[in-house]
């Protein structure tokens, strides 16, 4: 058998790339100190890198000559304006305006690739507001990512994301965003899967909690939600009386945590055997007697009656950290809590059993006697 030495197959690797960065599907203009798009690029490229220049502006027809172009990295420049025309008879599938100086959505520009944009990049700019009709058209777009740009929940429109009907994934983290951005994102209830808010400030979702609850339980779609620090002290129930729940990942991680009954849908979450949920969060910094404590460690009777000593299968437990004993009998308090749990299994095995999840009311037992007590 003939074998190929490195010597022999190197030119043609080296030729190969050559070829892809000069001419042909692909051409790379990375790092190059360019202050403006080059006028050599080869007319039939399909993938073009502008990335790590210090380009300024787009001119109108900029890319005119590129009618196939469909993926355009110009990120990590100086861009500050970009012309209507911009884009004009390229076929963008892929436009990357991160890290840039941007301070709007270049709308304009945009509507030009309305019928073929699938993924934008924005994220590391200077967006200020995001008006109504800002993305209206762009009817194939399915990912956005916006992180860490100035947006507050004053300057979103109330129909901002309006016109978005194929969006998958939408990035808002590290932002100044607060609990009424919920109110926008209902407009991509039927679509929407990931959903990251991270790096806000979302505490004012606690004062207007049906707002947020009314505007995750119409997502029909979504899979993750990530809150991460977002100096969330609790969350709204988003799981009960939902009968449309799909979450199968939140995100609460960093955030202080005050671990009391608002924490018990977690719980809930996590114990349902229909559904598979990961959910993550921090310790708990509050009350007292918790701080310090993994949320999902807790049992149900800490949560509900914190600072209170309580009794789990024989064996004395005390919120305070005091050292395990065992008990020879139990009081009447303790067999309420036994009679919880045994309702709780038999509801999580009924649950188990049923051929169909359609209409789950997901409020267990458990936290109805609690509730009661």
């Known amino acids: 058998m003939y074998m190929y030495s490195l010597g022999s197959i190197l030119p043609l690797l080296i030729l190969s790339v050559l070829y892809e960065q000069c001419s042909g599907t692909t051409a790379y203009r990375t790092a190059q100190g360019l202050t403006d798009v080059p006028g050599d690029i080869p007319p039939d490229t399909i993938q073009l890198f502008l990335n790590q220049n210090q380009i300024t502006s787009l001119s109108d027809c900029q890319f005119c000559s590129l009618t196939q172009l469909k993926k355009l990295w110009l990120n990590a420049n100086q861009i500050t304006h970009i012309s209507p025309s911009a884009f004009k008879d390229t076929i963008l599938e892929l436009l990357d305006l991160s890290g840039n100086k941007l301070t709007t959505v270049p709308s304009a520009a945009l509507s030009y690739n309305a019928s073929t944009l699938s993924s934008l990049m924005l994220e590391a700019n200077s967006i200020t507001a995001v008006p109504d009709g800002t993305f209206q058209g762009l009817s194939k777009l399915e990912i956005l990512k916006m992180e860490q740009n100035m947006l507050e929940d004053g300057s979103m429109g109330e129909s901002c994301f309006q016109g978005l009907y194929s969006i998958v994934r939408l990035m808002l983290g590290n932002n100044k965003l607060g609990g009424g951005i ?164 038999y509801n999580n095995f009924m649950c188990s059993m049923a051929t169909s999840t359609t209409g789950h009311n997901r409020y267990s037992l458990t936290e109805n006697l609690l509730q009661n007590q």
């Not at 114990?271 to 701080?291: F, H, M, Q, W």
Request: charged fraction near 20%; hydrophobic fraction near 40%.
């Open 182 to 345: 919920f109110s926008r994102i209902t407009a991509l209830s039927l679509t929407l899967q990931i959903l990251m808010l991270d790096g806000n400030s979302m505490s004012d979702i606690a004062s207007q909690p049906d707002v947020f609850v009314d505007s995750i339980r119409d997502m029909q779609a979504l899979t993750h939600l990530s809150l991460s620090s977002a100096s969330l002290t609790t969350v709204p129930d988003i799981y009960h009386n939902n009968a449309n729940f799909s979450l199968t990942g939140i995100n609460l991680w960093n955030n202080p945590l005050v671990c009391y009954r608002n924490v018990l849908w977690l719980k809930d979450v996590q114990e349902d055997p229909c559904i598979n949920v990961v959910v993550r969060a921090g310790p708990c910094t509050e009350p007292a007697e918790l701080v310090g404590r993994e949320w999902y460690t807790l049992l149900r009777e800490e949560l509900d009656h914190p600072g209170k000593i309580i009794w789990h299968q024989g064996t004395r437990v005390s919120v305070s950290k005091a050292p395990i004993r065992k008990i020879r009998k139990l009081s009447q308090y303790d067999y309420h809590y036994y009679l919880v749990f045994i309702f709780h299994n």
